[in-house]
């Protein structure tokens, strides 16, 4: 289990909002294959988010489970927006939430959706606010931003600069 120094540690690296609802970021490092913070203790890289849990819980997650988010953001570390649960749940999740992939239908002209009501829509209003009060405190970069959610920095800048989700 994690000492108290490795808490301290890990918290120095989280940039904490004020609110429950809000996600807490990782600002250090990043897996450039998964996009998922990273955290060393005794010369082991393990996931930020698993640690937050583990944290929260007290104790090790169990075998065979894993911290799953609920916010959809691989950065977020607030152990509110956690749970531990299989791979199963986590897919189930996601098809509840939308945010799950689906085959396109075979509509000849389907209305196009966009935000939140786009299946492939891989921000919520949610992260596109929490991107720009991010890039506003200026403590994290466009590419930081981009691997942190999962997406291209020019959609970062479009973001940032009102050319993509302008009533939000």
Not at 94 to 103: E, F, L, N, T, Y
Request: positive net charge; proline residues 3%.
């Amino acid at each position: 289990m994690l000492d108290d120094k490795d808490i301290e540690r890990f918290e120095f690296k989280v940039y904490r909002t004020q609110s429950k609802d809000e996600c807490d970021v990782w600002l250090a490092a990043i897996d450039n294959k998964t996009g998922y913070g990273q955290f060393g203790i005794n010369g082991v890289c393990r996931g930020a988010h698993r640690i937050a849990l583990e944290i929260k819980l007290g104790r090790p997650i169990k075998s065979g489970m894993q911290a799953n988010h609920t916010c959809d953001n691989r950065w977020c570390v607030n152990s509110n927006h956690l749970y531990e649960g299989t791979q199963l749940e986590n897919i189930q999740d996601a098809i509840k939430r939308g945010r799950h992939i689906s085959p396109p239908k075979n509509d000849i002209n389907p209305p196009i959706k966009y935000g939140e009501e786009n299946n492939n829509c891989k921000l919520r209003k949610e992260q596109v606010k929490e991107i720009r009060e991010l890039y506003k405190t200026k403590k994290i970069t466009y590419s930081k931003l981009a691997k942190g959610f999962n997406i291209s920095g020019g959609t970062i800048s479009q973001i940032i600069n009102n050319k993509t989700w302008k009533g939000v």
